[in-house]
């Protein structure tokens, strides 16, 4: 089998299904972890079962989180859809100042913040999110601006949604931080230049 071609059908980039065999072939690779193990967790994410997170889990927290921890969180909150059970590590990250655990970790977690604030009403990450996309330095601002407008539902009104450079003082700054003030209720002082 060709775990490429069955994440490319998992992923609808290629036509057909994903069969029975293929998932657990990607489960096997998983559990052994040897292969494509990207491809793999692709699979086994859009195609497995809630409980297959336990063959997830080890790539989040074990010893090649570096190279698959991103991937991990993604496969687990985005595509089996258990936020709920990574809440409170995706609170810790978007709070944390820095990476926690693996590279890219906090990065991971902002991107995944339209996913969390869906599910669960959190002032307080929606303020921290505007908090670091208004900070000048921060690695992490255009993510965050990102996965604000994304939760705000704002890409049809931007000019720019997509920007990859940040203007502190563009109209379409300013709408973000308007919705998000009124949707989290965060203090107008939150969004400053720093």
């Known amino acids: 089998m060709d775990i490429a071609d069955i994440r490319n059908r998992a992923q609808g980039v290629q036509p057909g299904e994903v069969t029975a065999p293929e998932i657990q072939y990607a489960r096997d690779m998983l559990s052994a972890a040897k292969g494509n193990i990207g491809s793999a967790m ?71 913040a339209d996913v969390y604030l869906e599910k669960f009403q959190d002032d307080v990450i929606g303020c921290r999110l505007l908090e670091i996309m208004m900070t000048e330095h921060d690695p ?29 003082f563009s109209e379409d700054t300013q709408i973000i931080i308007a919705a998000a003030q009124a949707r989290f209720h965060c203090l107008p002082k939150t969004p400053t230049v720093h």
């Open 42 to 112: 692709y699979v086994v994410g859009l195609c497995g079962e809630p409980s297959d997170a336990r063959l997830i889990e080890p790539y989040l927290y074990g010893a090649e989180r570096d190279v698959y921890g991103e991937l991990a969180l993604k496969v687990l909150c985005r595509y089996m859809g258990l936020i709920g059970d990574y809440k409170d590590l995706l609170s810790t990250l978007i709070m944390s100042n820095e990476d926690i655990g693996w590279q890219n970790s906090r990065m991971a977690a902002i991107h995944l």
């Open 140 to 168: 992490d601002r255009l993510s965050a601006r990102l996965s604000l407008i994304n939760t705000l539902d704002l890409r049809q009104i931007l000019a720019e949604p997509f920007a990859i450079e940040f203007d502190d």
